[in-house]
């Protein structure tokens, strides 16, 4: 059986990162992908208008002052595939792929006790050893697709956006349904409407959408950015969000007059990127000043779509903004301007079936050749718990993490000794630029790693009273947002059955780095080290 001192589940931004730093360090590391490339998110999610909505000059590594000053992004937020060649550069550049088993799917993760290690067990392959389990597998990784009546007998094409194909899919002059308005939707329907004959959107809960304000990354800007990286970068690693925003006012919404308000919102509006949930300080602590951004999102969207029965369907008013992730639009709302467009309200005409050639609403039944499904993922834990994973005593992490997700530090779990979770539930994750948290939790691991093998160490384990007091501050700093009041992924209110448990951390990616450096300082509190 091969054995390595580290098995890396996931070759995206995270498992690569952290093969080219153990590997750096001497340690023997085995990156297990079940896609046939490296990518994660980007190898998967290649549906028409899919974008990042960081910058592409913070969404990078910082690991190599080469990298980032070879690299030329050709766009302020760059697309899917511009992001996937930039991961296969890193590949290549680094020569990753030596290390990784592609098209290699975990079937179970097992810690055994006798030789305190874990063994990993894979689909059409060789198990593996390991003293350390790093799972990098991203917090959208698991795609969830809802379970309607008679999806299976559809005769056309049926896609996820988060699986979707990698050849090209005809879907010129078709006649095409999308199910899901969230980030991934919005960006989808502007595209799809260009091409399709007809589309059908089918919109449960509308979601709040500003405009991304994507241009092309001029010359003269990327060479400034380029000039002082080092400290856009450091601005990036202090930053509560891990990139860097439009700077909110600092005032309240309520302090300021209307002129001054309406200005603000405006200028944000114009700026683009989701900053304008922090406009005023107060916006997710208080439910009066979110209507004052709301309703400003309101109004533009009742200007831009003219037909006022559809821009009233596309207002949001069920949650706070910024309660769920604020998407980034390219000419959403305009999209609902053309004729070959139409947006039915499932709310009010729920989907009753998928026919063999369309969807029957209680209401109507419409025929279709192509069905897009843009309905999101079972996200933090599912990616986590779908690789089977059993700790000390045989316990299943299913079960550890029946009532949701518990984690130290979102980086490791008590009762699973010599696991680490790159962005797991409990860390600031999705809440921030996800690059920089994965470089910071990766760092944070592989230091520690190394500080065992110098002390003679072997096992690392969160030790379980430390992990209920981060807990309970994760739950305590929640509690003050407004985003615990919205039916969100964060509270996995998306997944039928999923305990509802506010899984990312709230405090910000500067103080929580801190936090981390403290622990590490102490000589790594709140785990048990043993030979
Ligand atoms: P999201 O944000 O979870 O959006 C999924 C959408 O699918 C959302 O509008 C859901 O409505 C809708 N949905 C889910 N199930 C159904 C059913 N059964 N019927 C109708 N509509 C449904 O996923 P995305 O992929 O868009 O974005 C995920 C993240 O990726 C995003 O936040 C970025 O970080 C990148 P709902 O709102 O639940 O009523």
């Given amino acids: 059986m091969a054995r390595f001192d580290v098995v890396v589940v996931g070759a995206g931004f995270a498992g690569m990162y952290a093969l080219h730093s153990l590997r750096e360090r001497g340690f023997s590391v ?11 998110t980007w190898y998967w999610n290649r549906y028409p208008g899919a974008r990042c909505d960081v910058p592409s000059i913070y969404y990078s590594y910082s690991f190599s002052e080469e990298l980032q000053q070879e690299w030329v992004w050709s766009e302020r937020f760059a697309a899917q595939p511009e ?5 296969n550069h890193v590949a290549d550049r680094f020569d990753l792929r030596r290390d990784i088993a592609f098209n290699t799917d975990v079937l179970a993760a097992t810690y055994r006790e006798v030789t305190r290690d874990w063994l990993v067990e894979v689909e059409d392959g060789e198990p593996l050893e390991a003293t350390y389990l790093i799972t990098a597998v991203g917090c959208l990784s698991t795609s969830s697709v809802p379970a309607i009546p ?9 896609h996820h956006t988060g699986q979707w194909p990698h050849d090209p899919i005809d879907l010129a002059g078709k006649r095409v349904a999308v199910i899901g308005t969230g980030s991934s939707g919005i960006q989808l329907i502007p595209e799809v409407a260009k091409v399709a004959g007809h589309l059908t959107v089918f919109q449960r809960t509308p979601h709040f959408a500003v405009p991304a304000q994507n241009r092309p990354l001029g010359g003269d800007e990327l060479v400034e950015a380029k000039s002082r990286y080092s400290e856009l970068r450091e601005s990036c690693r202090k930053a509560s969000t891990g990139t860097i925003v439009f700077p909110s006012t600092g005032k309240k919404a309520r302090e300021v007059d209307e002129p001054e308000r309406r200005q603000a919102l405006d200028a944000r ?4 990127a989701g900053s304008i949930v922090s406009t005023f300080a107060d916006t ?8 004052v951004t709301a309703e400003y999102v309101r109004e533009r969207i009742r200007s831009i779509v003219r037909d006022p029965d559809v821009a009233e369907r596309l207002t949001p008013r069920d949650n706070p903004i910024g309660g769920k992730r604020i998407c980034l639009d390219t000419n959403y709302y305009d999209t609902y301007n053309r004729s070959n467009v139409e947006l039915v309200d499932v709310r009010k005409d729920p989907i009753a079936e998928i026919t063999i050639n369309g969807v029957r609403t209680q209401s109507e039944s419409r025929a279709y050749d192509v069905l897009l499904f843009a309905t999101g993922f079972d996200a933090m834990s599912g990616p986590l718990l779908r690789l089977n994973i059993k700790g000390r005593g045989g316990q299943a992490l299913a079960d550890a993490w029946e009532a949701g ?3 130290y530090l979102g980086v490791a779990v008590a009762g699973f000794p010599n696991m680490f979770t ?16 994965i470089e910071q939790h990766v760092e944070w691991i592989v230091e520690m790693l190394e500080n065992l093998r110098a002390q003679g160490k072997r096992i ?15 739950n305590q700093v929640a509690s003050r947002s407004l985003m615990m009041t919205a039916n969100s992924w964060y509270l996995g209110a998306n997944i039928p059955g999923k305990p509802r448990v506010f899984m990312p951390y709230l405090g910000g990616v500067g103080a929580y780095r801190e936090t981390c450096e403290r622990i590490a300082a102490a000589g790594y509190e709140g785990f048990n080290l043993d030979d």
């Fill in 422 to 437: 790159v962005t797991g539930p409990g860390s600031p994750s999705v809440l921030s630029n996800m690059v920089t948290s």
């Fill in 83 to 87: 992001i996937l060649a930039y991961l």
């Fill in 405 to 407: 997700p518990r984690t």
């Fill in 284 to 291: 997710l602590l208080d439910a009066d000043a979110n209507e």
């Fill in 30 to 40: 085995r990156v297990v992908e079940r896609a046939a490339d490296v990518g994660g």
């Fill in 460 to 474: 690392a384990e969160a030790d379980a009273a430390a992990q209920d007091e981060w807990v309970e501050h994760v």
């Fill in 269 to 272: 509006w114009t700026y683009g």
């Fill in 150 to 158: 008679g999806l299976e007998t559809f005769e056309g094409p049926v």
